[in-house]
Antibody, heavy 116, light 106 residues
Framework: EVQLVESGGGLVQPGRSLKLSCVAS????????MNWIRQAPGKGLEWVAY????????YYAETVKGRFTISRDNAKNTLYLQMTSLRSEDTALYYC?????????WGQGVMVTVSS | DIQMTQSPSFLSASVGDRVTINCKAS??????LDWYQQKHGEAPKLLIY???NLQTGIPSRFSGSGSGTDYTLTISSLQPEDVATYFC????????FGSGTKLEIK
């Protein structure tokens, strides 16, 4: 069974940093590109970042470029999102999602709240 | 960046109705368009990928069509369990979600 489990969220002050993790199981992690997607409370979905299977291709949304870094460790079946210079508008539920045909598997999400 | 305009934002229909949701891209996205369903408190679920390919396990009452800049999700006979918010997603260049359509039963 494919599973994606996010962790690392919480309450953080503006300007501080936070690192999210997404542990994958039930499939060959190193064969798939992965995404981070976020959803602010009561709002729609916003794509944040993408990393290819071997980390050769990395893309970011303009809203996070220069502040967030996506990475992965295929030996640990884990996807990461390092978030720095956090702002109140980064408050959201953060999902990791596998890129197969479509975003075919999603985690349950981890909440990040940026507030003083 | 490619922008996605989704309509309507809200839709109320009766059980058994045929329902359509539309997405319009700001430029040609060459059928790189998926549809997702998000029920309250849950993660989104893939319904259709690349315009018209039904994801495994999704009921056949869901279908997708379109080309160029205009795409449609159709539910042929609305069921109570279809109450959800629906999003389109273009993946022709980076990824962009539509703003969502909240579907309710009348």
């Amino acid at each position: 069974e494919v599973q994606l489990v996010e962790s690392g969220g919480g309450l953080v002050q503006p300007g501080r940093s936070l690192k999210l993790s997404c542990v994958a199981s039930g499939f060959t992690f190193s064969n798939y590109g992965m995404n981070w997607i976020r959803q602010a409370p009561g709002k729609g979905l916003e794509w944040v970042a993408y990393i290819s299977s071997g980390s050769s291709y990395i893309y970011y949304a303009e809203t996070v470029k220069g502040r967030f870094t996506i990475s992965r460790d295929n030996a640990k079946n884990t996807l990461y999102l390092q978030m720095t210079s956090l702002r109140s508008e980064d408050t959201a539920l953060y999902y990791c999602a596998r890129r197969g045909y479509g975003l075919d598997y999603w985690g349950q999400g981890v909440m990040v709240t940026v507030s003083s | 960046d490619i922008q996605m305009t989704q309509s309507p934002s809200f839709l109320s229909a009766s059980v058994g109705d045929r329902v359509t949701i539309n997405c319009k891209a700001s430029q040609n996205i060459n059928k790189y368009l998926d549809w997702y369903q998000q029920k309250h408190g849950e993660a989104p679920k893939l319904l259709i990928y690349n315009t018209n390919n039904l994801q495994t396990g999704i009921p056949s009452r869901f279908s997708g069509s379109g080309s160029g800049t205009d795409y449609t999700l159709t539910i042929s006979s609305l069921q109570p369990e279809d109450v959800a918010t629906y999003f389109c997603l273009q993946h022709s260049s980076r990824l962009t979600f539509g703003s969502g359509t909240k579907l309710e039963i009348k």
